[in-house]
């Protein structure tokens, strides 16, 4: 799948995670963050800086997994796991 295709992908997870009122909060924290793709992992990573997404893995998701998965990775964030 080429990057065009990719981001599309990427920025309607975002789009649908911003219209669900309970995830507002989600939502904006996801829209902060930059997100890149790389081969170099498996599935998906954070930093605390940018969230790192493996192309295949993300395109072979649902766009509710991927909006899931973006949730997951900038929780990681907010909770402080890169620094505990």
Do not use: W
């Not at 939502?27 to 599935?43: G, K, N, Q």
């Amino acid at each position: 799948m080429d990057l065009t295709e990719l981001n599309k992908q990427l920025s309607k997870a975002k789009i649908k995670l911003m219209g669900k009122p309970e995830c507002t909060f989600l939502a904006y924290a996801v829209m902060m963050l930059p997100t890149e793709f790389s081969d170099s992992i498996p599935t998906g990573c954070t930093n605390a800086k940018r969230i790192l997404l493996n192309p295949s893995f993300f395109a072979g998701l649902t766009v509710d997994e991927q909006q899931f998965l973006l949730a997951h990775e900038v929780m990681h964030c907010m909770l402080s796991h890169i620094t505990r």
